[in-house]
């Protein structure tokens, strides 16, 4: 497949120029003055169990009925349906849910560590049903995240709906070194028009600068609680100088310490040697205080009090636990691009590649802190606290789209019901992002942003994962490959996720033949890769 330099688009009224690897929209269809989704099960995104059979009427890009249509197991009601819209999808006997809302996402592209297509990550995006990404930063700054989010917002390309977060602390943001510098970059956010910021670290009053001016400009903000800062940071600190919800649980169980003040460090630590960074983090929940305590109970309660929202990602630190089981999952060899896999693999020089001589008892220590993590999560999620979704992918082989959907069955082993999770992924996302009105449920008024889905995926999640879960036929006794999103709808445009997942499969075969790669299973060392550029 060719990625042209670039590519032309029509939007805000003329023609312009997109970055290379994406290309103008050509593959969705709509949207339709009338779009009507007949004899479904309805997954609301509220929380509501599903219930159907319903018709569901678009006109345009916004929902404008839902029609109950008769009972389970009976023959649909024709009396009374909605008329025949302009497009119609039969969906009987199908499960209809709001799009998914990814509250993680980074846009990598060609000339970043993962060079990869723009386009290889929205199509992947949309083939598990995301609507819609908050870009949490990228390589490329916060203009090229808006360009794209105008793109998206006028459907000149394939892409979910982008709000743009860019970084502020690392990963590519001007220097800052005072708080009037702080301010100047928190406007100059605003005006490439960033919906919100994802801080990182720096000194304190360069922080609650930052803060301040972004609570001005009426920024949503977010952070990582980056080691580096968490001495003066931690989540306790920032939640009270107005940050809005945090990534990941940096900042959290240094938050819960009560017999110290910092995380137990080894003598020789070097926070740039990421086989020390993520194997001590591994042991950061050991040290704070456990569920019930005093300290426990005040953390849990001062953050419910300040609305306070978390996107725990427990997804990106699955290989931590289990890296052979990360690294062998089975849409590498069709899904994941070869250059994507290199950056994968332990390179000093890739972040989040910190495999230098990874082990059972790094493993272990990580399965211990997922147990107690989860029993924060859960319990703040039981007291009503927002907990959303978020996958964090193109790092530590964590794939986009399916990444999102580990998430899913991530919440679940925290203890969250099917329906806790899905809501989480869709209504409790927009809220966090401040979009309710608009997106995460399906619900006369809003965008038309819906998947379709033949299994079930209250009763197993696993339904969703584009490369398909793998069941007894009992009619013959033969192993079947069912789920993988059918359709996704976008701002009423219509896809067909089942046609998106092939191309995407074939950008990897096509990047795996210019590289000299055999088709198959990925190699694990020796590997030797490098990107061809297509004639432009």
């Given at each position: 497949?060719?990625?042209?330099?670039?590519?032309?688009?029509?939007?805000?009224?003329?023609?312009?120029?997109?970055?290379?690897?994406?290309?103008?929209?050509?593959?969705?269809?709509?949207?339709?003055?009338?779009?009507?989704?007949?004899?479904?099960?309805?997954?609301?995104?509220?929380?509501?169990?599903?219930?159907?059979?319903?018709?569901?009427?678009v006109e345009n890009n916004r929902i404008k009925a839902i029609v109950p249509v008769g009972a389970p197991g009976l023959p649909i009601k024709e009396e009374g349906r909605p008329a025949k819209g302009a497009r119609e999808i039969d969906a009987t006997g199908k499960y209809l849910l709001p799009g998914f809302i990814n509250l993680h996402g980074h846009i990598h592209s060609y000339g970043t560590g993962q060079d990869v297509p723009p386009d290889y990550v929205f199509k992947l995006w949309l083939t598990h049903g995301i609507t819609t990404v908050r870009e949490v930063g990228n390589d490329k700054g916060a203009e090229f995240t808006a360009e794209l989010a105008r793109a998206s917002a006028k459907n000149a390309i394939d892409a979910p709906r982008i709000y743009s977060y860019p970084f502020f602390g690392s990963?590519?943001?001007?220097?800052?070194?005072?708080?009037?510098?702080?301010?100047?970059?928190?406007?100059?956010?605003?005006?490439?028009?960033?919906w919100g910021v994802k801080f990182f670290s720096g000194p304190e009053e360069v922080l609650w600068a930052a803060f301040d001016e972004a609570n001005n400009q009426k920024l949503k903000t977010t952070m990582h609680h980056a080691q580096l800062a968490v001495a003066h940071a931690d989540v306790l600190d920032t939640s009270a100088h107005g940050l809005d919800s945090m990534e990941h649980w940096y900042g959290l169980p240094e938050a819960l310490f009560d017999d110290k003040a910092l995380q137990d460090y080894p003598v020789d630590y070097n926070y740039s040697d990421e086989q020390h960074r993520f194997g001590e983090a591994g042991k950061l929940w050991s040290q704070a205080a456990g569920p019930g305590t005093e300290r426990?109970?005040?953390?849990?309660?001062?953050?419910?009090?300040?609305?306070?929202?978390?996107?725990?990602?427990?997804?990106?630190?699955?290989?931590?636990?289990?890296?052979?089981?990360?690294?062998?999952?089975?849409?590498?060899?069709?899904?994941?691009?070869?250059?994507?896999?290199?950056?994968?693999?332990?390179?000093?020089?890739?972040?989040?590649?910190?495999?230098?001589?990874?082990?059972?008892?790094?493993?272990a220590a990580w399965r211990d802190n997922y147990r107690r993590w989860m029993t924060f999560i859960n319990e703040y999620k039981n007291k009503g606290g927002k907990i959303g979704v978020g996958e964090?992918?193109?790092?530590?082989?964590?794939?986009?789209?399916?990444?999102?959907?580990?998430?899913?069955?991530?919440?679940?082993?925290?203890?969250?019901?099917?329906?806790?999770?899905?809501?989480?992924?869709?209504?409790?996302?927009?809220?966090?992002?401040?979009?309710?009105?608009?997106?995460?449920?399906?619900?006369?008024?809003?965008?038309?942003?819906?998947?379709?889905?033949?299994?079930?995926?209250?009763?197993?999640?696993?339904?969703?994962?584009?490369?398909?879960?793998?069941?007894?036929?009992?009619?013959?006794?033969?192993?079947?490959?069912?789920?993988?999103?059918?359709?996704?709808?976008?701002?009423g445009i219509v896809y067909d996720a089942k046609a998106l997942a092939a191309e995407v499969r074939a950008m990897v075969a096509a990047e795996k033949e210019k590289a000299?790669?055999?088709?198959?299973?990925?190699?694990?060392?020796d590997f030797k890769f490098e990107r061809k550029e297509s004639a432009q």
């Open positions: 497949m060719r990625f042209p330099a670039l590519a032309a688009a029509v939007f805000w009224g003329q023609a312009a120029a997109l970055p290379a690897g994406v290309e103008a929209r050509n593959d969705g269809q709509g949207p339709y003055q009338s779009l009507v989704i007949r004899g479904a099960t309805l997954i609301d995104g509220s929380g509501a169990p599903p219930f159907g059979p319903v018709d569901v009427v990963f590519g943001s001007d220097a800052v070194d005072t708080p009037d510098e702080a301010r100047d970059q928190i406007r100059r956010f605003k005006k490439a028009g960033a426990w109970n005040y953390v849990r309660d001062t953050l419910l009090e300040r609305n306070f929202a978390i996107i725990p990602t427990f997804t990106i630190y699955l290989s931590s636990r289990d890296w052979m089981r990360a690294r062998r999952a089975e849409w590498h060899d069709e899904y994941t691009m070869p250059s994507l896999w290199k950056f994968y693999s332990p390179d000093r020089n890739a972040h989040g590649s910190y495999w230098f001589d990874w082990g059972t008892e790094q493993e964090d992918a193109g790092y530590i082989y964590s794939t986009y789209g399916f990444g999102f959907v580990q998430e899913l069955e991530l919440l679940r082993e925290a203890g969250f019901h099917p329906l806790e999770a899905l809501r989480a992924a869709t209504l409790d996302g927009a809220r966090i992002l401040g979009a309710e009105s608009d997106i995460g449920s399906v619900q006369v008024g809003k965008k038309a942003d819906l998947v379709i889905v033949a299994e079930n995926p209250v009763a197993n999640l696993k339904v969703l994962y584009a490369s398909g879960h793998i069941k007894l036929d009992p009619a013959t006794n033969k192993p079947v490959l069912v789920g993988g999103v059918e359709t996704v709808i976008k701002d000299g790669i055999a088709p198959g299973p990925m190699p694990i060392v």
